[in-house]
């Protein structure tokens, strides 16, 4: 169980229709133990596909929030609708996360979605990890797709693990590259190395003037300000069919990618028109809070659930705070979720279900709070 902020990391798949990420979720919640055994999409038993619709397309049509535990680390995954129809719901989950996961098919490369979703990530300077899937497949190619990645993303794209001949497992090139695997795997560590020590003139020295092999630990601070600011893009190999890569991949995400406090905040917007600024937030349970409703669905039992991510304050079971939805309303949000909130929401960011019962009221009884998404 995650203690403080730093064990947090909030991250979203998302990718083109068929690249593999709600089998890639299923295998990574089995992989931490969440899971006892594999759910499958043909019998429609996974995870994040538990919809009538979605099982019966094979398709994800909505968001589906898992979290699990891990290497002492809170998960918070968002499977997320690769289907261009369903882009927004993809788009929506983007704007609650610090690290945007683009999964890709080592089948099929970059597709549509694929650019749109990095698109969108750079421009909501989002951290970047891609992961590509199906290695295990006969007709994958993920050298090519490596290439394809580089050419259309940048160089920037460099790889942290490699799979091996037929797909059956990775081969580290981070953590504990192994130079007797090849030339392919020291080169590659060294163009991570080169690319991170860029941003740190003191490391650079140590690393070029005096020849000194740096570790994954003093890297960490420059690993974390290349994601910031898009200088680096890892990438990573997996199979959520075998389950070759992830281990790698949960490794990669507990020590490499951003926690909440480490994530670009997001630009929330104070003000109207000439008068607008961008607001600063803050990840301090001890302040007001600024959340955003990013999913909203209807249960059959419940009624409408808001599903909100919290960037700022620490929200309360039977609190109630006022908000304004995208059409200029005050909204009177109540948190009534039963069992666990105070606990789950000690930690001033996490994705929580809240049910929401808003009471829609005119502008000019707005509270001086006013938040909205740039
Ligand atoms: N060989 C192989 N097939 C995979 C792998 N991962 C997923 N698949 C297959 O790819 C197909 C699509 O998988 P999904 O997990 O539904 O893909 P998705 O990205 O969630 O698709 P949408 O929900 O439509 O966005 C299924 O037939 C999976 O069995 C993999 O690692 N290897
Ligand atoms: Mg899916």
Known sequence: MADTLADIRNLALVGHSGAGKTLLAEALLLQ????????????????????AQEKRLQHSLDAAICTFDTQGTRINLIDTPGMPDFIGRALSVLEAVETAAVVISAVDGIEA????MMDFAAERELCRLVIVNKIDSKEARPREVLEQLQAAFGRECLPLNLPNADGSAVLDCFFRPDPAQGDAIAQAHTAIVDQVVEVDERLMTLYLEQGENLSPEQLHDPFEQVLRNGHLIP??????????????????????MPTPAEGNPPPFIKGDGANAVRARVTPDPGLHVIAHVFKVSVDPFVGKLGVMRVHQ????????????TSDDFTAFF??????????ALKYPVLTQSLPFYPHFLPTNLADKNFFRRS
Not at 32 to 51: M, Q, Y
Not at 113 to 116: D, I
Not at 235 to 256: D, K, N, P, Q, W
Not at 313 to 324: E, I, S
């Open 32 to 51: 931490a133990g969440a899971l006892r055994s594999k759910g499958s999409l043909a019998r429609g038993t996974t995870v994040c596909d538990f919809d």
């Open 113 to 116: 979605v694929t650019q749109r």
């Open 235 to 256: 990438v990573c190999f997996v199979s959520a069919e075998t389950g070759a890569g992830l281990a790698e991949l949960l490794e990669i995400v507990c020590r490499l």
């Open 313 to 324: 304050g620490t929200v309360r079971n039977g609190g109630q705070f006022n908000g304004f």
């Open 334 to 343: 109540e948190t009534l979720h039963p069992a666990k909130l105070d606990l």
